[in-house]
């Protein structure tokens, strides 16, 4: 299930939203202050700071709350076009060219049995001389398309920024969908997870002019800003 908000978690949620629009930059207002200003009590406003500190978004200095230097939602950048100021790594976990089955055949709107290429990745950041994992990538493409993608580079990109480098001023679209998902024992083992446990499934379909692409990333929970899961 996913979290129900309360009011503390989501005055927390707006202060964050708050500093990532820099309204807040070096610290946030007195407990008094935010009180007064989202109409609530202290209780309540120290609630919404606790989980703030939790999250190491903010550290308390001195009875005064001072903004910790923003982290990066690493597994999401490259959906902007951005890149992270850390290292990410990918390595392939599987490469195979099969036989379109019914549901992936609707996916990419392409007839039963057409060649197309399954391509499964781990994706890890590197940082602090530590590693971290961030998710499990399926992508489903044509055959043809695939061929056309220099997947030797995969290594330091992910697929989307190969196919954004590929197909450049091509009329590029995505539709996505989030959802939670309980991992297979075999996932578990590559995503260094304890068996059946919870991850964020993105389910998005590419269109680049005629051609879709069916793309799966189960991300671990934890080093993504977007949302938490309810353990």
Not at 59 to 79: F, G, M, T
Request: charged share 30%.
């Amino acid at each position: 299930m996913f979290n129900i908000i309360n009011k503390s978690e989501l005055i927390a949620k707006d202060i964050e939203f708050q500093i990532s629009q820099k309204k807040y930059v070096n610290s946030i207002p007195s407990e008094r202050k935010l009180a007064e200003q989202y109409s609530v009590s202290r209780n309540t406003i120290r609630e919404a700071l606790d989980i703030l500190l939790n999250k190491r978004v903010i550290s308390l200095n001195s009875n005064s709350y001072e903004i910790n230097s923003p982290k990066e939602d690493y597994d999401w950048l490259d959906i902007f076009g951005k890149q992270s100021v850390c290292k990410v790594h990918n390595s392939i976990v599987k490469n195979t060219c099969l036989e379109a089955n019914k549901k992936i055949a609707q996916k990419l709107k392409v007839p039963l049995a057409t060649k197309i290429r399954l391509l499964v990745y781990k994706r890890t950041i590197i940082e602090n001389n530590s590693s971290r994992v961030l998710s499990l990538d399926y992508v489903y493409v044509p055959e043809k398309l695939a061929k056309s993608v220099d997947l030797k580079k995969l290594n330091n990109s992910s697929f989307w920024q190969l196919l954004l480098q590929e197909k450049k001023g091509k009329n590029l679209k995505e539709y996505q969908n989030l959802s939670i998902d309980v991992i297979t024992d075999e996932e578990a083992a590559i995503l260094e997870l304890p068996t059946h446990s919870k991850v964020l499934e993105r389910t998005s379909l590419f269109y680049i002019e005629d051609t879709h692409i069916y793309f799966i990333s189960k991300k671990i929970p934890e080093n993504s800003l977007l949302m938490q899961i309810d353990r």
